[in-house]
């Protein structure tokens, strides 16, 4: 027995983080344990030690030695290494400036009118249907899908198929199953990037057919852009609600003056935690993280719920409050050269939700207990199976 904290850690509230994250943070911010798989890994609590991780070229996603790399857990997506050691850095500033342009914040602003006439259609459908509705399946899912499918240029018939993928892409439990499907979805997110070589169109997709890039990262990258780009925007707006349903002062808040959802969106990003799995670096040479010790090929794991939780940066950091002064970032989104591309798409997004749902159904409310809600734990994702509700 090695007497390290194990993880996971016992979860009480699926809209809290873990207490075992705060014990070891007041300890230590940067503290050894074991993951699920049983390999040792630093786990990284703090705010500013999450950040130092988050901007050090030292930490990666890749190991030299994969197949005997420590492990996270038993999802080939982000469970352990990516990526190849010898090219990581070079591939992904090469893949950054490729698709900054594409996502970047004024490109994404300019979609806000579109974004928000989806939305607003599918509140019209919510409202012709009638209560009761599964807002996950309602609003939830199709609005982010409908949105990376045009932007990339994905065909939005093909939903059901590549969700089906995705979904098995999240299995924490199969490495296998979330291998092939790994793969499965390069494979189809590449065959649609070949195809805009000879029939380009104004997308992300057509602007990846011409990277200079291995067409192995090429398909990896397309893969992973259909599944980031929508899989994590889900959870947000199902937790966003869920938060907003628990705190009344603040929904009605949002309902006065909904001129407040850019910042009831930044504190949903900082307080919502769909999933506890963390990320993965691995030292790639003998470094320190706030003066502990790493070695190369360490496992570090990153705990971005956690460090958005910390009390030495966040004043009472365990209360939701859309009027929080947000001076100082959450790292819902990464920090500094690992800052999510997608920021601006997934803030577009969140805006129209949280300034229309609530101004639409005012009396919106859970439609079963609290209590009988499903997170789902047995995926990379996190977030709930259904989110039944009525007005």
């Known amino acids: 027995m090695s007497g390290l904290p194990q993880l996971p850690f016992e979860r009480m ?4 983080v873990s207490p075992g994250f705060a014990d070891l943070r007041a300890k230590c911010p940067v503290t050894k344990v074991l993951t699920e798989t049983g390999d040792e890994a630093w786990l990284v609590t703090g705010y500013d030690e999450v950040r130092e991780v988050f901007a050090d070229e030292r930490f990666g996603r890749s190991h030299p030695v994969p197949d005997s790399a420590p492990r996270l857990s ?3 997506l982000i469970g352990g290494p990516n990526g190849d050691h010898a090219t990581e850095r070079a591939v992904h500033g090469r893949m950054r400036r490729l698709l900054a342009p594409a996502f970047s914040a004024r490109r994404m602003q300019s979609l806000s009118g579109r974004v928000q006439t989806l939305v607003d259609g599918l509140l019209d459908d919510l409202a012709d249907q009638g209560p009761p509705a599964d807002l996950h399946e309602r609003l939830s899912v199709p609005l982010p899908i409908q949105v990376i499918c045009e932007l990339l240029g994905v065909p939005f018939e093909d939903r059901d198929r590549f969700r089906a993928i995705a979904e098995d892409m999240t299995d924490l439990t199969d490495l ?3 291998a092939a499907a790994r793969d ?3 494979e189809y997110t590449y065959a649609i990037v070949r195809a805009k070589r000879e029939h380009p169109g104004e997308d992300v997709y057509s602007d990846l057919a011409t990277a200079d890039l291995p067409e192995s990262e090429i398909a990896r990258i397309a893969g992973g852009l259909l599944f980031a780009g929508h899989e994590t925007t889900v959870n947000q707006i199902d937790y966003g609600v869920l938060l907003l349903l628990r705190h009344h002062d603040q929904r009605e808040a949002l309902i006065r003056d909904p001129s407040r959802a850019a910042d009831a969106v930044e504190e949903i990003m900082r307080f919502a935690v769909p999933s506890e799995h963390g990320l993965v670096r691995y030292a790639h040479e003998d470094a320190e993280i706030a003066g502990v010790p790493i070695r190369a090929g360490e496992l570090i794991m990153l705990s971005t719920p956690a460090a958005n939780r910390d009390e ?6 365990d209360r939701f409050d859309i009027s929080r002064d947000l001076a100082i970032p959450h790292v819902g989104f990464g920090y500094a050269m690992r800052y999510c591309l997608g920021a601006s798409l997934a803030r577009v997004e969140l805006r129209a939700v ?3 749902l609530f101004q639409r159904f005012p009396g919106l409310r859970l439609a079963v207990p609290y209590e009988d809600l499903r997170p789902r734990a047995d995926r990379l994702t996190g977030g709930f199976r259904e989110l039944p509700v009525t007005w």
Request: hydrophobic content about 45%.
């Open 312 to 317: 030495r940066v966040f004043a009472d950091p």
């Open 184 to 186: 499965a979805m390069g």
């Open 74 to 76: 038993r999802n080939a």
């Open 13 to 16: 509230d699926a809209l809290d």
């Open 176 to 178: 296998a199953r979330s």
């Open 354 to 356: 949280f300034g229309s």
